[in-house]
């Protein structure tokens, strides 16, 4: 099966720094990646949709310039949270297609901690 | 827009026991349907899906069936195991590419021994 990978898969860091997660298809190449946010015992929340080389789109009521999505190649996307604040701390979760399906494949999760 | 309801539980299961969870949904046209597993500290991982109306989706003794008429898919298994304790999403997508997934709220089981 189609297999995304996450990295990290936890980190804590201070109030006002910034965190990248990457997002990488390992087996597929992934036309478009998403992402997602996952409060505790709660669905998922889209929060973009990026196409490779392209913006991302984002949802409504998700800061884009906090939130910079870049999917720079067909393999990764990445996320970074800019000027994390402790409201941020949250499960993120990416998922990619390939184009030729309708099934998204989801990575492993990234929980961030903001002190 | 379209919508996805599922029992949000928890269901708590002795082992062997029947499990039925069930998810309907509101569409226009004719979406796939998707179930999701998520166990502790993990990401969704795809547990079957049905692209068209009376398709069965089956994997690892989980099955669903496509019911356009009652709008339904809901996900049975024959004998739960503890390993099967997790979250379970159902899901829809009315894009052949992968976009606009609408999830369910989720619902916890718990199986125990």
């Known amino acids: 099966g189609a297999v995304v990978s996450q990295h990290p898969s936890w980190v804590i860091c201070k109030s006002g720094t910034s965190v990248k997660i990457e997002c990488r298809s390992l087996?597929?190449?992934?036309?478009?990646m998403f992402w997602y946010r996952q409060f505790p015992k709660q669905s998922l929340m889209l929060m973009a949709t990026?196409?490779?080389?392209?913006?991302?789109?984002?949802e409504q009521g998700v800061e884009k310039d906090k939130f910079l999505i870049n999917h720079a190649s067909l393999t990764l996307s990445t996320l970074t949270v800019t000027s994390a604040h402790p409201e941020d701390s949250s499960f993120y979760i990416c998922?990619?297609?390939?184009?030729?399906?309708?099934?998204?494949?989801f990575g492993p999760g990234t929980r961030l901690t903001v002190l | 827009g379209n919508s996805v309801t599922q029992m949000e539980g928890p269901v708590t299961l002795s082992e062997e026991a029947f499990l039925t969870i069930n998810c309907t949904y509101t569409?226009?046209?004719?979406?796939?349907l998707f179930w999701y597993v998520q166990y502790p500290g993990e990401g969704l991982q795809l547990l079957l899906k049905?692209?068209?109306?009376?398709d069965k989706g089956s994997n690892k003794g989980f099955e669903a069936t496509y019911r356009k008429e009652t709008t339904s898919f809901h996900l049975e298994k024959g004998s739960v195991q503890v390993s099967d304790s997790a979250v379970y999403f159902c899901?829809?997508?009315?894009?052949?590419?992968?976009?606009?997934?609408?999830f369910g709220p989720g619902t916890r089981l718990s199986v125990l021994p």
């Open positions: 998922s990619g297609t390939s184009g030729n399906t309708d099934t998204q494949y």
């Open positions: 087996d597929f190449q992934a036309t478009t």
């Open positions: 990026s196409n490779e080389g392209s913006k991302a789109t984002y």
């Open positions: 569409a226009t046209g004719y979406p796939s």
């Open positions: 049905a692209t068209k109306a009376d």
């Open positions: 899901a829809l997508t009315d894009g052949n590419y992968g976009q606009n997934f609408v």
